[in-house]
C-alpha cells in the first residue's frame, strides 16, 4: 500500500514528465522555425509552401530571375530554378528532421528520453552557412 509520501512523489515525477514534455515540444517547434531560414544573395528567406508555390508558378510561367522581398523586406534578386531547388531541399531536410524528433518524443516515456536529442538531430542551435543551410554552431565554434 502506497503511503502520501510515495503517492506525493509520483504526483510531481509526473508533473515534471508533463512540463518537460510541453517544453520540448516548443523546443522542437522553434528549431524547425530556424531550420526553415534559407540565406540567398544577401538575404534571409523563411520556405513555406507559399514561397515554394510562388517560386514554381514563376517558373511554369517561364520567367528564369525575378525579385523576391525576403523576411527582412529586402529586394534580392534570384535565379528561380536554383533557388527554388534550393529551398524544396531546406524545406523537405527540416520536415523531415522535425517528423524525427516530433516522433521520439511522442515516444518518450521518461524525462531522460524526453530531453534526450533524437539520433537524427543533435538539437544544437541552428545558424546558416555561406550557402544558406542550416548548419551546427558547436561546428563553427
Not at 510531481?12 to 526553415?36: C, F, G
Not at 528567406?45 to 525579385?67: H, W, Y
Amino acid at each position: 500500500m502506497m503511503n502520501d509520501d510515495d503517492r506525493l512523489t509520483k504526483a510531481l515525477a509526473h508533473a515534471n514528465y508533463k512540463a518537460t514534455i510541453v517544453q520540448q515540444r516548443e523546443n522542437l517547434k522553434l528549431r524547425y522555425a530556424n531550420s526553415l531560414l534559407y540565406a540567398h544573395n544577401g538575404g534571409i528567406f523563411t520556405v513555406t509552401p507559399s514561397l515554394l508555390a510562388l517560386t514554381d508558378l514563376l517558373i511554369r510561367q517561364e520567367v528564369n530571375d525575378t525579385v523576391l522581398i525576403d523576411d527582412k523586406g529586402l529586394p534580392i534578386r534570384v535565379d528561380l530554378l536554383q533557388f527554388l531547388i534550393d529551398i524544396v531541399s531546406v524545406y523537405a531536410e527540416a520536415s523531415n528532421e522535425y517528423l524525427l524528433a516530433w516522433e521520439a518524443l511522442r515516444k518518450a516515456r521518461s524525462v531522460d528520453c524526453a530531453v534526450r536529442p533524437p539520433e537524427a538531430g543533435n538539437g544544437a542551435a541552428v545558424a546558416l552557412s555561406a550557402s544558406g543551410r542550416p548548419r551546427d554552431e558547436a561546428a563553427v565554434q
